[in-house]
């Protein structure tokens, strides 16, 4: 069973920017893919980012923060990150981070085995 904890969310004005962090314990972290999804409030969850496991990752993101998030994990410290800059009001949201098992990339939360509780990202216009 994986644990996951997200933290770094916070109140930001448009433009600033937010990194933002998931700690991992419990299973291999080392062999999971990873991903940001975010919630705002009435609508469904949707894909933000994700990175493979391996060691050279590959990542992908969605149309709407390419150029402006960066995914990025630390196998050894069990952690993932996501740097979020030139915020916009529209990426309000609650921000979760996900594990995947079998290491290859997916965009779709059922393509996920564990979840954090989220950390909220709140952009002030």
């Known amino acids: 069973q994986v644990q996951l904890v997200e933290s770094g969310g916070g109140l930001v004005q448009t433009g600033d920017s937010l990194r933002l962090s998931c700690a991992a314990s419990?299973?291999?972290?080392?062999?999971?893919?990873m991903g940001w999804f975010r919630q705002a409030p009435g609508k469904e969850r949707e894909f933000v980012a994700a990175?493979?496991?391996?060691?050279?990752?590959?990542?992908v993101y969605a149309d709407s923060v390419k150029g402006r998030f960066t995914i990025s994990r630390d196998n050894a410290k069990k952690t993932v990150f996501l740097q979020v800059n030139s915020l916009k009001p529209e990426d309000t949201a609650v921000y979760y981070c996900?594990?995947?098992?079998?290491?290859?990339?997916?965009?779709?939360?059922?393509?996920?085995?564990?979840w954090g509780q989220g950390t909220q990202v709140t952009v002030s216009s």
């Open positions: 996900a594990a995947r098992r079998y290491g290859s990339l997916a965009t779709v939360p059922g393509g996920y085995d564990y």
């Open positions: 419990g299973g291999t972290f080392s062999t999971y893919a």
């Open positions: 990175i493979t496991w391996t060691s050279r990752a590959s990542t």
